[in-house]
């Protein structure tokens, strides 16, 4: 009996040790204050009306408002072709005010017609550099571009989003257009001469008259004037981005992360499968002494489960919720599959170690 503990003990720390020694968990800093430093946008906006960007600059407290479009399409390069966020501007000159100002480069530079400028995402994805070649489609408009430059992942769209900026040329007019006839301006990124007047002003007042469109969108007059008068008493506050709240915020922040220390950890989790096999198989089919004890039940023997069954079930358990606990954090997908093996097989051990089997 005691062998029998003392075995399972081991076996569950070694399973255990294989993957500790593969895996690690730290908390990494991720102050951000840095790249909010180095951008001139003091707040973002939803979709503003074609209008607002003048009244918006006619206030004392603001000095710039950059609209810009923002639609998913799809970037073809170096073979490689995936969804992107993409931001288009109306000109070149507005492209120091957004999330790929020249201050934010890594490699080349701002793009001039027939360019894109891409973030480090969208050039990690595609394995590009500054001077590819690559191709986007706006609407069904295939464009040819050559990647201008490179700048740091975006913070303004989801972490895991590539995105890239073009500005309004002529042809990507057209392909905007194509693309739907309720064109309307999705945001606008703005730079303020005093922020917190500007800051109060957007919470009070600011509407996202982009979102009422023309009138020729709708059946009637009576529609339009109904959407209006909705959006005129609508909040829009809570979808106001406050960029310099984020830098002061991002100042404390931290995050842990996950890693495999070594690609040995394939191999380390195939041992594991393998483990499990073999105990599957000495349960069901060895039926050895070693797996089982017999129990006198009145008339009747019972074979159950022993104390090396009771005690690879705890150890077990707790190997798969390490395992778990990293499941979906950076492991690649072969690991993920092996993983997902493990866990199997641990289940079918479960399963036949539980059950009373009768003589």
Same mark, same amino acid.
């Given at each position: 009996m005691k062998i029998n503990i003392i075995f399972a003990l081991v076996l569950g720390y070694v399973l255990y040790a294989i993957n500790s020694n593969f895996l690690s968990v730290k908390a990494v800093s991720t102050n951000e204050t840095p790249y909010y430093e180095q951008i001139s946008i003091d707040y973002i906006v939803p979709s503003p009306g074609y209008g607002q960007k003048a009244e918006l600059e006619a206030m004392p407290f603001i000095d710039k408002v950059i609209p810009y479009y923002f639609t998913a399409q799809t970037f073809l390069c170096n073979g490689e072709n995936f969804d992107i966020g993409l931001h288009i501007v109306e000109t070149d000159a507005d492209i120091n005010n957004t999330p790929f100002a020249e201050s934010l480069l890594i490699e080349g530079s701002l793009p001039k017609e027939n360019e894109i400028i891409i973030d480090y995402r969208t050039a990690k994805a595609a394995k590009a550099k500054a001077g590819d070649n690559a191709e986007v489609y706006i609407g069904n408009a295939k464009m040819s571009m050559?990647?201008?430059?490179?700048?740091?992942?975006?913070?303004?769209?989801?972490?895991?989003?590539?995105? /890239?900026? &073009?500005?309004?040329?002529?042809?990507?007019?057209? =392909?905007?257009?194509?693309?739907? #006839? %309720?064109? *309307?301006?999705?945001? /606008?990124? &703005?730079?303020?001469?005093?922020?917190?007047?500007? =800051?109060?002003?957007?919470?009070? #007042? %600011?509407? *996202?008259?982009?979102?009422?469109?023309?009138?020729?969108?709708?059946?009637?007059?009576?529609?339009?004037?109904?959407?209006? #008068?909705?959006?005129?008493?609508?909040?829009?506050?809570?979808?106001?981005?406050?960029?310099?709240h984020l830098k002061s915020k991002a100042a404390s922040s931290y995050s842990e992360t996950t890693k495999y220390n070594s690609k040995n950890i394939l191999y380390a989790v195939l041992i594991e499968v393998c483990l499990y096999f073999f105990a599957w198989i000495g349960l069901i089919y060895l039926r050895s002494p070693f797996f089982r004890k017999r129990i006198n039940s009145g008339v009747k023997t019972k074979t159950v489960i022993s104390e090396f069954s009771l005690g690879e079930f705890i150890c077990c358990a707790l190997n798969c919720g390490l395992m778990f606990s990293f499941y979906y954090s950076l492991f690649p997908k072969e690991v993920k599959i092996l993983i997902s093996a493990n866990v199997i097989c641990f289940l079918i051990v479960l399963k036949k170690s539980f059950a009373i089997i009768k003589k």
């Open positions: 050559r990647i201008s430059g490179i700048v740091q992942p975006n913070k303004f769209t989801s972490r895991k989003k590539p995105s /890239a900026l &073009i500005y309004n040329t002529k042809d990507v007019k057209k =392909g905007l257009h194509n693309l739907t #006839k %309720y064109l *309307a301006y999705s945001g /606008a990124y &703005i730079k303020a001469k005093d922020a917190i007047q500007t =800051g109060e002003y957007l919470e009070k #007042k %600011y509407k *996202a008259k982009g979102e009422i469109g023309d009138i020729s969108w709708y059946e009637d007059k009576t529609e339009y004037e109904h959407k209006k #008068k909705s959006i005129e008493n609508a909040d829009f506050s809570r979808e106001i981005t406050d960029v310099n």
